[in-house]
């Protein structure tokens, strides 16, 4: 909770809940026994994913499955009738539990088999082969050992064909005493050793392929883990899946980005049961009780299961409790009630439930989120939340998955001690896009750093300068021109980020706001309105107030995502404010606000003093320098334009005098259209345009050259297909940016050779 806190997360505190609180445990009981006494909870004996060192069974988001270098061979099992039929295995020691072999019924290659019985070699037992469309003919040999007590795949072709189930593991994965006699007590690595020596001795190992495979590991003990055959507790998650599918059908929920919806309903339609019990230390533990013959009882509390216990067995008896904990899962998914005080109806559940979003990873979209849509709507009629926020992963700078043993783990606790919490909310919501993984790097982070810094020497410029809120000041009246397109800007802002938040668009909403505070409010508003600040000329009064109001709204609109610098600026810039920042009232400026002929003229003057600059920058032109100005084409509106901005428009493009001209251009002079108007800067005697040709040319030579090793790099298809994703990926990337390159300076070399 303090990592959150520093994050800027801002709950209701005080109505912090932790899992094994005595009203989540209660709650947890009832749904319990709520679903066991309408048969949706059950005990079966079934495969489980089985952690041999820790002893417990796992869900499938405990397992690993990492890629391996692994092994196939290839085994003959003998017919009756004295021909064999061919099975392949990575996992030889499990032939020991084999009870049938499965063939495509389509397989011509093995039609006259199916119904007769093969010999399993070194267990020397009768196991049928049976017609199943699990065998894939196109897979290995097309004929599959069936082993129903170790696979998952094997454990339902068992059930379609009534096959015994044989566990030949015990807790440790060591062979137990339903393996021939030689096997028992081994290790299951040291079994499959001496299954494959056996296997060849017998003359029955075929052939043996080095394959690549994927191996189940347990994510906290890392041993591999086996499908193992145990009693446990299940939950009838089939029946409780229909509603929570058709909810999401209807729009009572929705995905964003929609396209999760598809992963959701791919699992809820493919559901099996849910493995709730758990044979570890710490949990809630599962409220069952056995009498002595085995019979169970669910109930709430020991003495109602010793009540139930006595009717049973018309007298008193001695019961021991089930020592399974439930999965972690089962109690997660009540809490969007559990919290708000179920199975007692508080007014904080019947304000708050159902909750409005949900922000989650689209990782355990199936352990979590359908968790909470299955148990909230069976328990509460209603779906838990309307929106499912799936948010990105977040990898390191060259879009690599962050891991300890690559050592590319970014702290965000350590970002924040460099950089302030406010740069990283703001860079993590600014890379945010739709179905696209975050490529977080620390010098980005520093970048809006260098944001929230420019944003704070603003509010103390206009702080210094008597920008403070007015109470009655009214935005729609401003006069000045300058003033009523700040206004307009803001209130264009307000409405992007405003629908961009509502979208769930977090990027397009950062990226509003840091155009807007840097370029609009900043680097023009603030400077235009300088000279009318500092001295008594002009609309001063309403310029100040103007300045204050923008700057207030644009706090508000900064909050969500830099909470710790806008409240702070927010208290220091008027002190006697009502309400704190996050807790104020959303700005909504409205479209009434939007003066478009202002616009018109301000932005004319931004792209004006932008496009002078960009030629600047483009031919070197040192920043001392100053330039004039010639002006040709002009109408009158442009002409007014000038007349109205010259001295700014002087002082920002740090020209030496502005005069209008409809002759030809000079010779040796730089030219930029603008609008309908020509505007031409003589660089005679500044520029030497001669080695700037040659400094261009070498530059785009060079740039060109890094395009076409990108190129033959890229048109590699066996660079692009072996390489990872994500390095494939940069060099694109890093070839369109020397594209791009090359493409201004390419500009800049033409503006030259006219002249």
């Known amino acids: 909770t303090r990592q959150l806190r520093r994050l800027g997360a801002s709950p209701d505190w005080a109505r912090q809940r932790f899992t094994m609180d005595e009203g989540l445990s209660l709650a947890v009981r009832k749904v319990f026994v709520d679903l066991h006494r309408e048969g949706l909870i059950y005990r079966d004996k079934r495969l489980v994913n089985w952690d041999p060192m820790l002893h417990t069974a796992i869900s499938d988001l405990e397992v690993d499955q990492r890629e391996i270098k692994g092994t196939m061979w290839y085994f003959r099992y003998p017919v009756e009738g004295g021909s064999s039929i061919t099975i392949a295995t990575t996992r030889p020691e499990t032939m020991l539990g084999d009870t049938a072999v499965a063939v495509h019924p389509d397989d011509d290659r093995y039609k006259s088999l199916v119904g007769k019985f093969a010999i399993l070699p070194i267990a020397d037992r009768r196991i049928p082969i049976v017609a199943d469309t699990y065998s894939d003919p196109e897979k290995g040999t097309g004929a599959v050992k069936i082993t129903p007590g170790h696979d998952f795949n094997d454990f339902e072709v068992g059930r379609r064909h009534d096959l015994p189930l044989i566990n030949i593991f015990d807790e440790n994965a060591h062979l137990n005493e339903n393996a021939p006699a030689p096997y028992r007590g081994l290790d299951r690595f040291k079994a499959r050793e001496r299954v494959v020596a056996e296997m060849e001795s017998l003359g029955l190992l075929e052939k ?394 301000m932005n004319w003057l931004v792209r004006a003093v932008s496009e002078i600059r960009a030629v600047r920058a483009e031919m070197n032109i040192p920043p001392v320098a100053q330039l004039a100005l010639i002006i040709k084409d002009a109408n009158s509106v442009t002409a007014a334009r000038v007349e109205t901005h010259r001295e700014i428009l002087t002082k920002l493009a740090r020209l030496s005098g502005i005069e209008f001209n409809d002759k030809p251009p000079p010779k040796g002079a730089l030219q930029v259209v603008v609008d309908e108007a020509t505007f031409i800067l003589p660089v005679a005697g500044i520029l030497d345009v001669a080695g700037e040709r040659d400094r261009l040319a070498k530059e785009i030579a060079r740039l060109k050259g890094e395009i076409e090793r990108f190129d033959k790099k890229l048109g590699n298809e066996s660079f692009v297909a072996k390489a990872p994703p994500e390095v494939v990926e940069e060099q694109r990337e890093k070839r369109n940016e020397a594209a791009r390159a090359a493409a201004k300076l390419g500009e800049a070399l033409t503006r030259l050779a006219a002249m």
């Not at 179920?342 to 979003?357: A, Q, S």
């Not at 923008?550 to 208290?571: A, R």
Request: proline fraction near 6%; charged fraction near 20%.
């Open 208 to 601: 043996v392929e080095a394959i690549q495979m994927t191996l189940p590991y347990g994510d906290r003990s890392g041993a591999v883990i086996e499908p193992w055959l145990t009693d446990q507790w299940y939950v009838d998650a089939a029946k409780l899946a229909v509603p929570a599918i058709q909810a999401v059908e209807q729009g009572r929920t929705r995905f964003v980005p929609e396209n999760w919806a598809n992963t959701y309903f791919e699992w809820m339609r493919n559901i099996r049961p849910w493995c709730i019990s758990r044979q570890i230390w710490w949990g809630h533990q599962i409220p069952a009780w056995y009498g002595p013959d085995g019979h169970v009882f669910v109930a709430m509390r020991e003495e109602e299961a010793q009540g139930d216990a006595a009717k049973h067995y018309g007298t008193a008896v001695s019961l021991t409790r089930d020592p399974d904990v439930l999965d972690t899962w089962f109690s997660s998914g009540l809490w969007p009630f559990s919290t708000l005080g179920w199975p007692e109806r508080t007014p904080e559940l019947k304000r708050y439930y159902p909750t409005d979003v949900l922000v989650t990873g689209f990782d355990i979209i199936f352990f979590w989120v359908a968790r909470m849509m299955m148990l909230g709507l069976h328990f509460m009629h209603e779906v838990p939340f309307r929106t499912v926020y799936i948010h990105a992963l977040v990898r390191d700078e060259k879009g690599q998955k962050m891991s300890k043993s690559k050592g590319n783990i970014i702290d965000p606790v350590a970002l924040i001690d460099e950089y302030g919490a406010d740069a990283l909310r703001f860079t993590l919501a600014a890379l945010a896009s739709p179905g696209r993984d975050i490529k977080l790097s620390p010098a980005r982070v520093e970048g809006n750093r260098n944001f929230a810094t420019k944003l704070w020497n603003a509010a103390r410029f206009c702080q210094m300068n008597g920008c403070v809120p007015k109470a009655g000041f009214d935005p729609a009246k401003c006069e000045a021109t300058v003033n009523r397109w700040i206004v307009s800007e803001l209130a264009n802002l307000g409405a992007e980020v405003t629908a961009a938040l509502e979208n769930y668009r977090f990027d397009e909403a950062a990226n509003h706001l840091y155009r807007f505070v840097w370029g609009s409010f900043c680097d023009w508003y603030l400077e235009i309105i300088k000279p009318v600040l500092l001295s008594n000329q002009g609309p001063r009064e309403e310029t100040q107030s103007t300045a204050a109001w923008v700057l207030d709204q644009t706090l508000h609109l900064l909050h969500p995502f830099m909470p710790f610098i806008t409240e702070e600026l927010w208290e220091k810039l008027a002190h006697a404010r009502a309400t704190r920042l996050i807790s104020a009232e959303w700005p909504a400026p409205g479209q009434g606000l939007v003066d478009v002929h202002a616009s018109a003229e």
